[in-house]
């Protein structure tokens, strides 16, 4: 298995732009989770899908982000518009049972 | 809770000695838990976990021991290698709840 993609793997942007972070889990995986980590804050759920569906979102920091899973085997995180506090390296993890298994990550850096 | 921290606890070791990284949880709740590494510039990566109706697990070269009592949980390394170099996260989870709680994480270097 090639394991959770991300893409891209790095995103530099302007603040107020658009920004689209997107991941493939596992096949098989029924838990999706996207992560942010930085610095100051260390690791930080964002939100998690099971079986496509929403269940916890309280990890999200503000409207101007939000989180789609169409399908079992993408998922969208989308940022607008982006602002420099967002620049951290996003993660996206997916499991089967509950041990998570992560991707590569999006380093996203918002000048 | 949640990782938060600037600045991570270290520990440097000689290529070859047993390492020892500590982690305290804070859920009495938690009945499952894991170790992750994370490489520079790579995502964390699971190593080990353990239940919480057991207190030692051994995987190859790592493990894992649990204390419940004084919710404290170790990650073991046998013949530290330098691509054991990494930050080390322990994670915990309850059977209730979908979230994992990963802790402050501990900066292993290994020195050759």
């Known amino acids: 298995d090639a394991g959770v993609i991300q893409s891209p793997r790095h995103e530099v942007t302007e603040m107020g732009q658009e920004v689209t972070l997107r991941c493939k889990p596992i096949?098989?995986?029924?838990?999706l989770f996207w992560y942010r980590q930085t610095m100051m804050r260390g690791l930080e759920l964002l939100i998690y899908?099971?079986?496509?569906?929403?269940?916890?979102d309280s990890g999200m920091p503000e409207d101007r982000f939000s989180a789609k899973m169409p399908n079992a085997s993408f998922s969208t995180l989308k940022i607008q518009p982006s602002e420099p506090r967002d620049s951290a390296v996003y993660f996206c993890?997916?499991?089967?049972?509950?041990?998570?298994?992560f991707g590569p990550g999006t380093r996203l850096t918002v000048t | 809770g949640e990782n938060v921290g600037l600045h991570l606890p270290t520990l440097s070791v000689q290529e070859g000695d047993n390492s020892i990284i500590n982690c305290a949880y804070s859920?009495?709740?938690?009945?499952?838990f894991i170790w992750y590494k994370q490489e520079s510039g790579k995502g964390p990566q699971f190593i080990i976990d353990?239940?919480?109706?057991?207190d030692k697990r051994q995987g190859q070269r790592v493990t894992v021991l649990l204390n419940k009592t004084v919710k404290h949980l170790s990650l073991q390394i046998a013949a530290t290698q330098p691509g054991d170099s990494a930050v080390y996260f322990c994670?915990?989870?309850?059977?209730?709840?979908?979230?994992?709680?990963f802790g402050r994480g501990t900066q292993l270097t290994v020195w050759p």
């Open positions: 353990i239940r919480s109706n057991m």
């Open positions: 993890a997916s499991s089967l049972g509950r041990s998570k298994y």
């Open positions: 096949s098989g995986h029924d838990y």
């Open positions: 859920n009495s709740a938690s009945d499952y």
């Open positions: 899908f099971n079986n496509n569906v929403p269940i916890d």
């Open positions: 994670a915990e989870n309850s059977s209730t709840l979908g979230r994992l709680y």
